[in-house]
């Protein structure tokens, strides 16, 4: 099991960034998969999530409106980022869990998560 994610980079306050995770190794029809960021001096923390098998998705309070995740044609799952804030500067991450756990709430906390890709950058300037 793989997963990279890619797409990070600088932009200004306000504007938007497409992160990918393409994954191999399983089957995305039977497996959801998350990302989580983690900010300099803090801890990761869940933003979005998907399930493979019906497009299922739950957001955090700080993504919802802005953050969009879906599923690419392919073997790859997206994060829209739209108006970005200086506060979202971090590292992007997506990972996936052990058993196939269905995407939600419970889903996207780091401690469930087994498999982990390397991170992107995301730096927002004010």
């Known amino acids: 099991v793989q997963l990279q994610a890619s797409g990070g980079g600088l932009v200004q306050s306000g504007g938007s960034l497409r992160l990918s995770c393409a994954v191999s190794?399983?089957?995305?029809?039977?497996?959801?998969v998350a990302w989580f960021r983690q900010a300099p001096g803090k801890e990761r923390e869940g933003v979005a999530c998907?399930?493979?098998?019906?497009?299922?998705t739950y957001y955090v309070d700080s993504a919802k409106g802005r953050f969009t995740i879906s599923r690419d044609i392919g073997r790859a799952v997206s994060l829209q980022l739209t108006r970005l804030k200086p506060e979202d500067t971090a590292v992007y991450y997506c990972a996936r869990d052990y058993n196939g756990a269905s995407c939600g709430p419970y889903y996207v906390k780091p401690n469930r998560m087994e498999y982990w890709g390397k991170g992107t950058l995301v730096t927002v300037s004010s």
């Open positions: 998907i399930n493979g098998n019906d497009g299922t």
């Open positions: 190794g399983f089957n995305l029809d039977y497996y959801s």
